[in-house]
């Protein structure tokens, strides 16, 4: 639900969460999917991708939680990835173990190189080029992942996403929705929250980040997690383009 009383034209600067809001993530990760089935020689790459996704976020969690060291996110993307293959390829009828053998190793090495360059394998969705090029001449404009700094550079090159900086918190050395990851955010860009608007696909993020003080506004898009009952955020659009137009 919307927060009555936000006033737009009191918001300074918008930081972007990347992963999902700008970019399509799952028609990325279900390209990648399919790559490392036919490769592994898995006959049915959905079971693959779900446990792949469930792994990658067990991993994130832990280094957020202090479990586990920070690790680069393509490196736990692979190392998602070579699990995931070893535990569906166990199961009858799914595809061939890939444990054991010099050849097995191989295999994993392949499954992980093909998985880790997902996050440069993103396409931005369709209107976010124009729509962050028309707020960026009125404001400041950036994003906050957890993607690595050389995958985000080459997705907005590739995808022409228009911001003024793009920050990883990989420089951190955590993942959202870690504090230290929003707290990071302000203070490399030297934000006042209170009149900041924070922007993503995903009501966790913006839940952590009303936390610190920013004003939130939620981007639906396919297959993004809906608002619960209980969420109030300043804004919820459609797309950017909505976003944009009552920026204004």
């Keep these: 639900m919307e927060i009555v009383g936000f006033?737009?034209?009191?918001?300074?600067?918008?930081?972007?969460?990347?992963?999902?809001?700008?970019?399509?993530?799952?028609?990325?990760?279900?390209?990648?999917?399919r790559a490392v089935a036919e490769v592994a020689g898995l006959a049915d790459a959905g079971p693959f991708g779900a446990r792949w996704a469930e792994?990658?976020?067990?991993?994130?969690?832990?280094?957020?939680?202090?479990?586990?060291?920070?690790?680069?996110?393509?490196?736990?993307?692979?190392?998602?990835?070579?699990?995931?293959v070893r535990d569906v390829a166990d199961r009858p009828g799914v595809g061939p173990s890939a444990n054991g053998s010099g050849d097995g190793r191989e295999l994993l090495d392949?499954?992980?190189?093909?998985?880790?360059?997902?996050?440069?394998?993103?396409?931005?969705?369709?209107?976010?080029?124009?729509?962050?090029?028309?707020?960026?001449?009125?404001?400041?404009?950036a994003g906050v992942s957890n993607g690595d700094l050389d995958s985000l550079a080459r997705v907005a090159n590739a995808s022409a996403i228009s911001w003024d900086v793009v920050l990883s918190t990989g420089a951190v050395q955590t993942f959202k929705p870690?504090?230290?990851?929003?707290?990071?955010?302000?203070?490399?860009?030297g934000l006042d929250p209170a009149l900041t608007l924070f922007v993503a696909s995903h009501p966790w993020d913006l839940r952590a980040a009303a936390e610190h003080g920013f004003r939130t506004a939620y981007v639906a898009r396919p297959g993004a997690e809906r608002p619960s009952v209980d969420d109030r955020?300043?804004?919820?659009?459609?797309?950017?383009?909505?976003?944009?137009?009552?920026?204004g």
Excluded: C, K, N
């Excluded at 737009?8 to 809001?21: K, L, N, Q, S, W």
């Excluded at 209107?127 to 009125?138: D, F, I, K, P, Q």
């Excluded at 955020?233 to 920026?247: I, K, P």
């Design 7 to 33: 006033a737009p034209e009191r918001i300074e600067a918008i930081v972007f969460d990347v992963i999902g809001t700008l970019v399509d993530e799952e028609t990325a990760w279900a390209r990648s999917a």
């Design 55 to 84: 792994l990658l976020e067990q991993r994130m969690d832990a280094v957020v939680s202090g479990d586990a060291p920070w690790r680069a996110h393509r490196q736990l993307v692979g190392e998602a990835a070579r699990q995931a």
């Design 110 to 141: 392949a499954v992980a190189e093909i998985a880790g360059a997902v996050d440069r394998e993103y396409a931005a969705w369709p209107e976010v080029a124009a729509a962050t090029a028309a707020l960026r001449r009125t404001r400041v404009v």
């Design 178 to 189: 870690d504090p230290a990851a929003y707290r990071y955010a302000i203070d490399a860009l």
């Design 233 to 247: 955020f300043d804004l919820e659009v459609g797309d950017l383009s909505e976003l944009a137009e009552r920026l």
